[in-house]
């Protein structure tokens, strides 16, 4: 116990001693970095460059956008597996989809994906989807 007394009071006195050492760099540091100012640069003067004029570009106006309806003919590939999952009232599986729509897994994921997020349909069990 004594031993370990002894050890600690030195380890303290070594620190105690480093720490005023560091203060002291600190310092001088600080010194020479307020001595040393760099000196200031002479400006300079600039040859004034002639701007050339700015080009006048014509504006188009955009005819406005006339909100046609859709015709079921032109129903998006969104709509069509929307209108398959909604028909069904205990949920539609990933095989049923691709098989009606004709799509291919990924096409049917991104699908499924865009729908979710807007909250029309929602998982019934993994890979089931039903109108939410």
Request: charged share 35%; no cysteine; glycine share 6%.
């Amino acid at each position: 116990m004594k031993k370990l007394k002894k050890d600690l009071v030195a380890i303290s006195k070594a620190l105690n001693g480093l720490a005023q050492k560091v203060q002291k760099m600190q310092e001088q540091i600080g010194e020479e970095k307020k001595s040393t100012k760099k000196p200031k640069a002479k400006a300079v003067k600039k040859k004034a460059m002639k701007k050339a004029p700015a080009r006048k570009v014509a504006v188009k106006k955009a005819a406005p956008k006339k909100a046609v309806p859709k015709k079921a003919s032109q129903a998006t590939a969104v709509d069509t597996a929307f209108n398959i999952i909604k028909r069904y009232k205990k949920g539609v599986g990933m095989a049923a989809l691709m098989e009606k729509t004709g799509y291919d897994q990924k096409k049917i994921f991104n699908l499924v994906f865009k729908l979710k997020k807007q909250g029309k349909i929602k998982s019934v069990d993994r890979g089931v989807y039903l109108k939410a």
